[in-house]
């Protein structure tokens, strides 16, 4: 029963964070329609480039600490130390001002030399209007590693949506307000709600605090004694002992876009390109391709913030068992989710962008590529979290790193065939994700010595899914046969296609009882599902 509890409550924190991360990014698709309908594939490319400058220097300011901070909160909320706990918090909170700050002047100033040597001299605005953003999301990353470290994700997932819709109506409201001054300044408009967005989820979580600050003080002090005896030196080395190889295998991801970016505008220009045209390709690969890919892949990672922190408590009361148990429910959770998502934008992919980018609608080549590193991708970063949370922090860095090295020498070998273009970064990117992807999944059943369900986790959702993607095509087709509407082909396509992977991954056996009890009012739907004959008592 404890077995299935604390299986149970990784399921729901980690719900919190998914459904959270679904609103976040269905936000963030509704404002990239009207905004790739404003500033195009060229403004896309702007906001791209400046976008993937600006997630290096996040990264490399506070990329590793929430986890970290995570991390060391939930070890010491299992064993009551909570006075050690709030103090790591306010370590961390000082860390990540001072990281913050420094990458926010090294961007601010260094945006000049920094767009010349990515061959792109119209992306210094959009950086600057990003810089004053890695200040304040530094600080929000160290509340949200303490809430997530007290084992609640709610905070996150509140403050995730209230940054999202800050920065969905300015972005758009910006880019417009600035789109008569030039493409320029109307994709700096653009990156601006970013800052105003997570600006405005910091003054939740400082609320928050505020409010609760009374209760956690009182629980700090009503602790006499302590096991943790540590200065704010100690605990700032431990932090940092954590946080720096995550921010490595992170950095190398971020890199890796920075590279993309390099690699695609030098080379595309040394075809005949202009930078403009190279510029577009570039705003089609991050402004529709990235987008896109990440609305699935965003449930991974909210279940992987919820693994971390959750295996951590887990190693730290010595539940060996338990975590073997989380271990294989987060792997196979996460294939249930990424595997449709695959297919079903492989075979629905120019539906999609017609139906989303009426005015730009290039890019499925793209999407269909590299729809494919969605399940490998998943599996990287679940992995990445529970080698965080048994403490393997440097090896998740290793693996990203062969992986990158790999990406390089086919991004240059692939980009360079005038046939391929884009297209070389894409099957690049997807190569990459499988080499790192077998890696950490090595180090894990190393590491943890769990026997992975191989057909459980991996061959269900994938077959069912192939037999989704078969449907998806029937039902496009005579939907748009019999509407003559794109839109409502493809919207009535994917609805059908869920009910259709969902009835098929029952009847499978992909998806258990024990599956469904962890769900929220699972008895009830389990009842349900067996009156209909899709389960068995």
């Known amino acids: 029963m404890k077995k299935k509890n604390s299986g149970g409550k990784l399921v729901k924190q980690a719900a919190v964070l998914a459904i959270a991360s679904l609103i976040v990014r269905l936000m963030g698709l509704i404002y990239r329609w009207p905004l790739t309908n404003m500033i195009g594939d060229d403004g896309n490319g702007l906001y791209g480039i ?71 001299t119209r992306i210094v605005y959009s950086m600057k209007a990003l810089a004053p953003t890695l200040l304040i999301v530094a600080i929000m990353g160290a509340f949200r590693g303490y809430y997530q470290g007290m084992n609640t994700m709610v905070p996150t997932a509140i403050s995730q949506i209230i940054e999202q819709l800050f920065n969905a109506v300015f972005s758009i409201v910006l880019a417009a307000a600035f789109l008569k001054k030039g493409m320029e300044y109307a994709a700096a ?63 190398i991801f971020s890199i890796t876009n920075l590279i993309d970016a390099k690699m695609v505008m030098s080379i595309l220009q040394s075809l005949g390109m202009s930078e403009m045209e190279a510029n577009e390709l570039y705003g089609q690969l991050t402004g529709k391709y990235v987008t896109l890919t990440n609305l699935p892949v965003s449930i991974s990672s909210a279940l992987a913030a919820a693994v971390v922190p959750s295996i951590a408590a887990s190693m730290a009361l010595k539940e060996r068992k338990v975590v073997m148990n989380k271990v294989n429910l987060a792997l196979r959770v996460s294939m249930i989710l990424a595997a ?134 029937i039902f496009y087709k005579l939907f748009l046969w019999g509407s003559q509407s794109n839109t409502f082909a493809t919207m009535g396509s994917i609805i059908l296609s869920i009910v259709v992977y969902c009835s098929f991954l029952i009847v499978i056996g992909g998806i258990t009882k024990e599956d469904i009890f962890l769900l929220p009012k699972g008895e009830l739907i389990y009842s349900k599902l067996t009156k209909m004959g899709m389960m068995q008592e």
Not at 55 to 65: D, K, P, R
Not at 219 to 240: A, C, G, M, P, W
């Open 50 to 120: 400046a976008f993937n400058i600006y997630l290096f220097f996040f990264v490399i300011s506070s990329g590793g600490l929430p986890a970290a901070i995570s991390k060391m909160v939930s070890e010491r909320m299992a064993l009551k130390e909570y006075k050690s706990a709030h103090k790591v918090f306010k370590t961390a909170l000082m860390l990540a001002a001072s990281t913050g700050l420094t990458c926010c002047l090294i961007l601010w100033f260094g945006a000049q030399p920094i767009a010349k040597l990515l061959n792109n």
């Open 189 to 251: 408009g653009g990156t601006m709600g970013t800052g105003i967005g997570a600006l405005a989820g910091l003054i939740f979580l400082i609320l928050l605090y505020i409010l609760l600050r009374p209760r956690l003080l009182k629980r700090v002090n009503q602790q006499t004694d302590s096991h943790f005896d540590e200065s704010y030196q100690d605990i700032l080395k431990t932090l940092l002992s954590i946080a720096i190889p995550i921010i490595i295998g992170t950095a």
């Open 340 to 473: 449709p998502s695959m297919v079903g934008l492989f075979v629905l992919g120019d539906p999609i962008l017609k139906m989303l980018f009426p005015n730009y609608p290039g890019g499925g080549d793209l999407l269909r590529i590299g729809s494919i590193a969605i399940i490998f991708l998943s599996v990287v970063q679940v992995s990445t979290a529970i080698l965080q949370g048994v403490g393997k922090v440097m090896v998740p860095a290793r693996n990203a790193a062969i992986g990158t090295a790999c990406k390089i020498i086919i991004n240059y070998l692939l980009i360079s065939v005038p046939l391929l273009n884009i297209k070389g970064a894409v099957i690049s990117t997807v190569i990459c994700y499988i080499i790192i992807s077998f890696l950490d999944m090595k180090a894990v059943r190393k590491v943890t010595k769990v026997k992975i369900d191989i057909l459980g986790t991996y061959v269900k959702p994938i077959a069912a899914s192939v037999v989704m993607g078969i449907f998806s095509r």
